[in-house]
């Protein structure tokens, strides 16, 4: 395990986007981030696999501090990850994020949800702002949805609305939380369709997710996490062939008994 | 019935001045409770123990307190008016705050956490986030229990007739001095002309409901 764990983590400095540096948190008496290094290049993307509870949620949410942590460091670009305010709101803009529960502006029409954060934060034009919203929806697909509301749509055009939303700001790595856990099984794919573009076209990801299909497609790199501790960090072809821990290997039998 | 007719236009004088003080009161209490639940929700701990501590202390004491407080107690501070409605404002709106703060503040729970999380994930200040995403849709659950809440607020200001402020009710008293044989007229006079702001309320409230119902 140790032997593949080292070369990960002895990557150049510079080189890491995202950059977790013995990360801890609680949760009360729970330890749900137990001193968590990883670091995620440009153009990599990082799939983070676990049993529920692992942590692995957590760990994606505190990418962008919509969880705190209570010690270590994070740093997005170089950067570390600022206290609340202005400064941390800068840095979010290019965080782009992904929720289980899409989380669309609900009072919002569909063009409204992708214009409103390069309206409102970026500061651009509403004719601008809505060429490239047009554009983002026509690339996953729901173009012709643009002047419904989000209740309207299906949960697999929402979450691709969800992406939309969060590529047009521009942002330098897309964090996807579960993306697919809330949908129907006819409906995760298209989503999936739209995450393996993203991919192939370089965008940075982590993505948290239970679909084993789309990590051994898409993935550079499969992070197994359990009792919020990194478990294994291997590449998709190792991690599913040949698991070096018990845990990650109970963790594959049961998904292959299915 | 001749005593509600001969005194019409004091009727209507204090109609006029209780119309006066729960419309200017309403619109402070509306913006200060606005702010105080959005200080309930904000990031900074100071803020929102302040809120909290404002609206548990305002909401649980009598209107009446209020009143001898910016009657009372601010001149002595060395805060003077010349009119006592000033003092009448200022308790309407301090206690009416309190109120519209929970309410603003339950409606804000009625909007999905996750919506104001993806609000700041794509880089929006608290402010916009409050604003643009979670304010508007609050709106829909909130003006009902405001429209309450100004009702609430127009019989409260009653209580400004006991501090030297004429207003309907100060004048219904001073009718009904008058007219000791009558007391009862004066009084259904005086419950008509609050029936007169506060009737309308209630429709207006009504009428959001039936609308927001169709909205979703």
């Given at each position: 395990?140790?032997?593949?764990?080292?070369?990960?983590?002895?990557?150049?400095?510079?080189?890491?986007?995202?950059?977790?540096?013995?990360?801890?948190?609680?949760?009360?008496?729970?330890?749900?981030?137990?001193?968590?290094?990883?670091?995620?290049?440009?153009?990599?993307?990082?799939?983070?696999?676990?049993?529920?509870?692992?942590?692995?949620?957590?760990?994606?949410?505190?990418?962008?501090r919509l969880e705190t942590i209570d010690t270590g460091e994070i740093s997005i670009d170089g950067?570390?990850?600022?206290?609340?305010?202005?400064?941390?709101?800068?840095?979010?803009?290019?965080?782009?994020?992904?929720?289980?529960?899409?989380?669309?502006?609900?009072?919002?029409?569909?063009?409204?949800?992708?214009?409103?954060?390069?309206?409102?934060?970026?500061?651009?034009?509403?004719?601008?702002?809505?060429k490239e919203a047009m554009a983002l929806l026509d690339r996953v697909g729901v173009g012709h949805q643009a002047p419904k509301l989000p209740a309207q749509l299906s949960g697999g055009q929402q979450q691709r609305v969800a992406i939309a939303r969060a590529l047009a700001m521009k942002p330098k790595v897309m964090l996807f939380d579960e993306p697919t856990s809330a949908l129907d099984p006819e409906m995760i794919n298209e989503v999936l369709d739209v995450m393996i573009q993203l991919a192939k076209e370089g965008m940075t990801m982590v993505v948290v997710t239970h679909e084993m299909g789309f990590a051994r497609k898409a993935a550079d790199r499969v992070v197994f996490m359990a009792d919020g501790q990194i478990v294994e960090d291997a590449t998709p072809e190792e991690f599913f062939t040949n698991p070096q821990s018990n845990r990650a290997k109970d963790f594959l039998s049961k998904l292959l008994t299915h | 019935m001749d005593v509600i007719i001969e005194n019409l236009p004091l009727y209507w004088e204090g109609f006029l001045r209780t119309l006066f003080l729960s419309v200017v009161s309403g619109v402070i209490a509306l913006a200060v409770g606005t702010l105080l639940a959005a200080a309930r929700v904000s990031p900074i701990a100071a803020l929102r123990g302040f809120s909290m501590a404002y609206v548990e202390v305002v909401r649980n004491t009598p209107l009446t307190i209020a009143f001898f407080f910016s009657a009372i107690v601010l001149p002595r501070l060395g805060v003077t008016f010349q009119q006592f409605e000033v003092a009448a404002i200022i308790a309407l709106s301090a206690y009416t705050a309190a109120f519209v703060a929970e309410a603003v503040r339950s409606g804000v729970n009625s909007v999905p956490?996750?919506?104001?999380?993806a609000a700041r994930s794509i880089g929006m200040k608290f402010?916009?986030?409050?604003?643009?995403?979670?304010?508007?849709?609050?709106?829909?659950?909130?003006?009902?229990?405001?429209?309450?809440?100004?009702?609430a607020l127009v019989k409260n200001s009653s209580v400004a007739g006991a501090f030297f402020v004429l207003e309907l009710f100060g004048y219904g008293r001073q009718l009904a001095n008058a007219n000791g044989d009558q007391v009862l007229m004066v009084l259904i006079g005086v419950a008509f002309f609050y029936l007169l702001i506060t009737v309308p309320l209630g429709i207006v409230a009504s009428t959001v409901e039936r609308k927001v119902a169709i909205a979703r």
């Open positions: 395990m140790f032997a593949r764990f080292i070369p990960m983590t002895t990557q150049v400095p510079g080189d890491a986007l995202v950059s977790l540096n013995a990360v801890n948190k609680h949760y009360g008496q729970l330890h749900v981030l137990k001193d968590i290094n990883m670091n995620v290049r440009k153009g990599e993307v990082v799939v983070v696999i676990g049993p529920s509870g692992s942590g692995k949620s957590t760990l994606c949410r505190a990418i962008n950067k570390k990850l600022p206290e609340e305010g202005k400064e941390l709101a800068r840095l979010r803009a290019d965080v782009g994020m992904v929720f289980q529960s899409f989380n669309l502006f609900a009072h919002k029409t569909i063009l409204e949800n992708v214009t409103l954060g390069p309206i409102k934060v970026k500061g651009l034009s509403k004719a601008e702002a809505d | 956490l996750g919506q104001a999380e402010s916009q986030v409050l604003s643009l995403i979670v304010l508007p849709q609050a709106v829909r659950s909130v003006v009902p229990p405001l429209i309450n809440i100004m009702i």
